[in-house]
Antibody, heavy 121, light 112 residues
Framework: EVQLVESGGGLVQPGGSLRLSCAFSGFTLSAHDMDWVRRAPGKGLEWIGRARNKADNYSKVYAASVKGRFTISRDESENSLYLQMSSLKTEDTAIYYC????????????WGQGTLVTVSS | DIVMTQSPLSLPVTPGEPASISCRSSQSLLYSNGYNYLDWYLQKPGQSPQVLIYLGSNRASGVPDRFSGSGSGTDFTLKISRVEAEDVGIYYCLQVLQTPFTFGQGTRLEIK
């Protein structure tokens, strides 16, 4: 069974940093692209980035809203995906989800439960 | 960036009645392989999103057959043949043709 569990959320001041983790089981990370998606309070879903699989040289792509501030990384030995967030802004306040990309059809077929990040002074 | 526009944004429905959500993209999502790179997701209250439809018209595993997706190019529709109480939540379309991938604003389905 595929499982994804995010952790690391919390309260951080504007300008601060935070690292989110996504621990997974039930599949091989190197075979899948992985996405981070967030939902700010009262707003809709926002795609923020993708870590591509081994066949695509583990390349990463980011939304403009986080590019240069957020970095996605993976540790296959730890069965984990990470989202390093820096220079945080109040508008980064959201629930952050990691999601697995189905390599047959490209949809996000498994999601974690999410972790809440609050950026506030 | 590709802009995704959903309508309506709010959809009150009587149980047993059909429902339809429209999603339009600012550019064609039809790739040269004949597939439309458009997915539909549902986020139920207090839950993570779940995929309903992928590549425009294919139901994901475990999704009831009362859900169907149609359309091509820039115009897509999600239909629920008979709404049930468990269908409440926010429905999103997502284009996965090119980065940055973009969601529609979301359509909140509620039971009358």
């Amino acid at each position: 069974e595929v499982q994804l569990v995010e952790s690391g959320g919390g309260l951080v001041q504007p300008g601060g940093s935070l690292r989110l983790s996504c621990a997974f089981s039930g599949f091989t990370l190197s075979a899948h692209d992985m996405d981070w998606v967030r939902r700010a309070p009262g707003k809709g879903l926002e795609w923020i980035g993708r870590a591509r699989n081994k066949a695509d040289n583990y390349s990463k792509v980011y939304a403009a809203s986080v590019k240069g501030r957020f970095t996605i990384s993976r540790d296959e030995s730890e069965n984990s995906l990470y989202l390093q967030m820096s220079s945080l802004k109040t508008e980064d306040t959201a629930i952050y989800y990691c999601a697995r990309v189905n390599m047959n059809y490209g949809g996000l077929d498994s999601w974690g439960q999410g972790t809440l990040v609050t950026v506030s002074s | 960036d590709i802009v995704m526009t959903q309508s309506p944004l709010s959809l009150p429905v009587t149980p047993g009645e059909p429902a339809s959500i429209s999603c339009r993209s600012s550019q064609s999502l039809l790739y040269s392989n004949g597939y439309n790179y458009l997915d539909w997701y549902l986020q139920k209250p207090g839950q993570s999103p779940q995929v309903l439809i992928y590549l425009g018209s294919n139901r994901a595993s475990g999704v009831p057959d009362r859900f169907s997706g149609s359309g091509s190019g820039t115009d897509f529709t999600l239909k629920i043949s008979r709404v049930e109480a468990e269908d409440v939540g926010i429905y999103y379309c997502l284009q996965v043709l090119q980065t940055p991938f973009t969601f529609g604003q979301g359509t909140r389905l509620e039971i009358k």
